[in-house]
């Protein structure tokens, strides 16, 4: 098996760089369109052939180094009693909001093989065929919390930040609940085979630092020390987070998620002791290939050689994206680091 | 001293007797006074009228105590002049045709600020006259990168995506914008400094969304003119979510530099330089809380600031419209209270 991204998390050293993008699985890809115009989201996690194929699908055409399970991060919700639905052009929604200590004591402890079934079993079909590591993630509890109080994605957070200020217990009790969540559905996953966790907090940078080290740092760090045992790198990635970097390392992760707000270099300084993933703009791939190589190869020279790179964007693959773009960007990163084979 | 005297000291990082404050987007928001101007005029109407746009951009001196009085300007105001047809609706700026197309661009008029925007340089003199020296006028100035971004987005939006893959595919049509939008905003702020301004402040709300290799190859150097344009006076250059360039926020200019709250301001501080003067950074999400959680947030910017020379207190972006004005009243007390230094008295 290609294994140069678990060797990069671990700072170990690699024969070429690897690469992965964020959103590989998706809408950019002609064959992913062409799944989803006979079924919904739900359904491909709902369906584990489906969802192995669609995870599957960049694997085969990119040439990433790595899969990542197809799932949104508030898949596992409806493990816990959460009646959500994703809308086309919104995202999710959610009809009653979580808000009060009632509506937090309501939600129901999480059961893996019950809730998330057919993910599971998707894991051991996408193991059989990757012939690369497979990534398994979820979303961060503060995130989770944030679409759970608002009922559907905010650009600020505002709801979940003053459920924090004004009924600290009760947010506090609902991040703790997410926390246990998110460690089973880790767990779970890692048990059906995935080699690496991905932890998403989308949401993280509305934070202060203040903010963060109070209300939500505790929490990731029972998180990380909760899936400790498993032995998989885990990646932290936070977006909008240029000013918690070194907060969001201490709160825990092998790797640390870059977005493209900062550069490589800043932002490894701030995190010595860690592997770093990112950071190229995804919108740079929607210019021509020369605009996006450009950058690519500026991204790879903040990074001046050190070990534990793994190449992605500094957030997910959009819609508009070329796939041949990404093609041509994996073939690029692995050119532009080969450094022969490794014993 | 003055409340004027306390910020532009503060700007130059000269002694103060207490640490200066005022809010962005302190003028209008909850304050009684302003809901009953609001019920009787539309915010365009108000922005147009130099008397109403003076009295709403002086009720917080009045009110709350603030050491700047910043007009009430959206920053969007010079692009109906420019050419572009604007609505300023609650969500934010809406525009009716985006530029999409270097022709677009090319339909544009460059501004000819003290005539296209004399109801802003009669409010600033209005202003200036009123105070009495009470508290600084403040001029708001956009940066060139946020207008450009609405005027190719249509509106506000998250990521910004459909300006930056114009500025990719079309360099030189981007170019072209930045130009001509440089040009314009460096005139309306030279305008209203001859018109009263003593402090101005180039408002970039969205730079926050780029690298630090194209905020530095596309963006900053227009940035720096419209802020060497403004040298007259103290410039504060404020860039939302501006953590991963903070440097070359700093080196495009400004003689204060105005910190989102996204980072520790003493962090913040060390990166700039402390040649400069710095201003913010209370998350304005805490307005919304009760008194204790504004407290321990103002508490915790101060003691980043830990009393040195050139600190002035804001926010960490614009108040909450729904901010209840009493907050804003007692947080000004409670800034001025506990930086009071006895020995300039």
Known sequence: ?343 | MTGSERLLAACRREAVDATPVWFMRQAGGSLPRYLAIRERHSVQAIARTPELSAEVSLMPVEEYGVDGAVMYADIMLPLGPMGVDVELTPTGPSIAAPIRSAADIGRLRPLDAETDLSFVMDAIRLVRRGLDGRAAVIGIVGAPFTLACYLIEGGPSRDHVVAKAFMYREPEAWSALMRLLTSSMAAYAVAQIRAGAQIVQLFDSWAGALGPRDYFNRVSLHTAQVLAAAEAVPTIHFVAGSAGILELVADAGGDVIGIDSGQSLAEAWGRVGRQRAIQGNLDPARLLGGWPAIEAGARAVLDEASARAGHVFNLGHAAPRETDPGVLRDLVAYVHESTTRTEIQ
């Open chain 1, 1 to 343: 098996m290609n294994d140069r991204f678990l060797r990069a998390c671990r700072r170990e050293p690699v024969d070429a760089t690897p690469v992965w993008f964020m959103r590989q699985a998706g809408r950019s890809l002609p064959e992913y369109r062409a799944v989803r115009e006979r079924v919904t989201l739900a359904e491909i996690v709902g369906d584990p052939a489906l969802c192995a194929e669609v995870t599957l699908q960049p694997v085969r055409r990119l040439g990433v180094d790595a899969a990542i399970l197809f799932a949104d991060i508030t898949t596992p919700l409806a493990g816990i009693g959460v009646d959500l639905q994703i809308v086309d052009g919104v995202g999710p929604v959610i009809d009653r909001p979580v808000r009060t200590a009632e509506d937090v004591a309501a939600l129901r402890t999480f059961e893996a093989a019950e809730a998330v079934g057919p993910l599971l079993e998707a894991i051991a079909l996408i193991r059989l065929e990757a012939g690369v590591p497979l990534i398994g993630f979820a979303g961060a509890p503060f995130t989770l919390a944030s679409y759970l109080v608002e009922g559907r994605g905010s650009r600020d957070a505002l709801a979940i930040r003053r459920l924090l200020r004004d009924q600290p217990e009760v947010a506090a009790e609902l991040l703790t609940r997410l926390t246990d969540m998110t460690v089973a559905y880790v767990r779970a996953q890692v048990e059906a085979g995935a080699q690496a966790i991905q932890l998403f907090d989308s949401w993280v940078g509305v934070l202060s630092p203040f903010d963060y080290e109070r209300d939500v740092l505790p929490h990731m760090r029972r998180l990380f020390g909760a899936i400790d045992d498993l032995g998989v790198p885990t990646i932290h990635f936070g977006t909008g987070a240029s000013g918690l970097l070194r907060l969001l390392a201490a709160a825990g992760g092998d790797v640390i998620g870059i977005d493209w707000r900062i550069g490589l270099d800043a932002a490894w300084r701030q995190v010595p002791d860690r592997a770093v993933q990112g950071n190229l703009d995804p919108s740079a791939l929607l210019g021509s290939w020369p605009t996006a190589r450009e950058q690519a190869v500026w991204v790879l020279g903040e990074v001046a050689g050190r070990a534990g790179h793994v190449f992605n964007l500094g957030h997910g693959v959009l819609p508009g994206t070329d796939p041949d773009h990404l093609r041509r960007l994996v073939d690029l990163v692995h050119g532009e680091t080969a450094r022969g084979p490794v014993s």
